[in-house]
């Protein structure tokens, strides 16, 4: 099973390919020419200085509203539309999760429902190594640290985006299931409780006994673009599907919106993670 796309787990930033590279020099040239400061340009694109860091030093894909707005900015020349179409892979991550990672880096909402594994904004790096081996077909290591090093610059969003709201509702037995043993999910549930004390996170949690759940077809996720317009995505054996369907979107949300009144409190489930945090 695909986790978050991702296809190749290490510390550091994922290695720039020679095409991330080379369209972040296009767009670090374009904006040095109009004089604009990186805090200058990202004001006007409305992204983040570090958003536009990334993107000029090829960690970033960019986002094709970022794409957008700075050929805007940049006076329509038609060069960043032309360049972005010449980009290869995001190294780490899979063809089909790309085009979901752009809308994640940009969103202004997103929400997260899962069943399965922690999601990849909230895992660990020991957590991620442990399901990384039991992946079938095997993976290398070069593989293994691509995908982590891909993983953690999403992570960055969590803080990088403070004003992105990020909501998490995650299964009790997530924890109960202590993949890679106690001191790895020991590991990943201070991780947890230390995320969520950002102002712009909530994390809850579905406890393993519960008589009414609207999340039983699956995983959810759901983004809000800046221009308010709502996208989900489905993931599952080495596939993944964005859904753009206004009708099919707004059936997730409703069930998202129950599970959110179903799930512990967050206060609740601060508890219970303490109390799994304890028994271990």
Not at 33 to 43: M, N, P, V, Y
Not at 109 to 133: D, I, K
Request: proline share 4%.
């Amino acid at each position: 099973m695909a986790v978050d796309g991702a296809v190749g787990t290490g510390g550091g930033e994922p290695e720039a390919s020679d095409s991330l590279r080379t369209f972040g020099a296009v767009v670090q040239a374009l904006r040095e020419h109009a004089g604009l400061s990186r805090e200058e340009f990202g004001e006007r694109v409305r992204f983040s200085k570090h958003t536009v860091a990334s993107v000029e030093l090829g960690r970033r894909m960019p986002d094709p509203t970022f794409v957008e707005r700075a050929e805007e900015v940049l006076g329509n020349t038609g060069a960043l539309r032309k360049a972005v179409g010449h980009l290869a892979r995001q190294p780490g991550l899979a063809a089909w999760f790309r085009q979901w990672a752009r809308l994640e880096a940009a969103a202004i909402t997103l929400y997260t429902y899962e069943c399965r594994m922690l999601p990849g904004l909230l895992q660990t790096e020991a957590y991620a190594r442990a399901m990384s081996s039991d992946q079938l077909p095997p993976l290398d290591d070069a593989q293994i640290e691509e995908r982590w090093a891909a993983r953690t610059e999403r992570q960055r969003l969590l803080r990088e985006r403070p004003n992105t709201a990020f909501g998490f509702i995650l299964e009790e037995h997530l924890f109960l299931r202590r993949t890679g043993g106690s001191e790895v999910t020991r590991g990943l549930i201070d991780h947890v409780l230390e995320i969520r004390k950002l102002r712009n996170v909530e994390i809850q949690v579905m406890p393993l006994v519960q008589e009414s759940h609207s999340g039983l077809h699956g995983p959810i996720r759901l983004s809000e673009t800046p221009e308010n317009r709502w996208f989900a995505y489905n993931e599952g054996q080495e596939s993944g599907q964005l859904i753009s369907d206004a009708k099919v979107v707004s059936v997730l949300q409703r069930r998202y919106a129950r599970m959110r009144s179903q799930a512990l409190t967050i206060q609740d489930s601060v508890s219970l993670l303490q109390r799994m945090r304890g028994d271990l």
